[in-house]
């Protein structure tokens, strides 16, 4: 588990049983008493639909391992 703020572009993530990918993740830095927010664009992997969500900077987000392999 890494903290919302780490999230890169590409990542592989899981929410809710599902996998998906990080397509744009923005920190965007509030002001004021309005704190920080992550906002993250997502497409899920197994039906390819795009959802947006917005975390806080510390929530805790499980990113996957990505191990790529050269194939022939």
Do not use: F, Y
Request: aromatic share 2%; with cysteine; charged share 25%.
């Amino acid at each position: 588990m890494t903290p919302a703020a780490q999230l890169r572009t590409g990542a592989l993530v899981r929410l809710d049983r599902d996998l998906c990918k990080v397509i744009e993740s923005i920190l965007h830095a509030g002001a004021g008493k309005a704190g920080s927010m992550v906002h993250a664009k997502l497409r899920n992997l197994a039906t390819g639909h795009i959802q947006e969500r917005r975390w806080a900077p510390d929530d805790k987000v499980d990113v996957l391992a990505i191990e790529h392999v050269k194939m022939q």
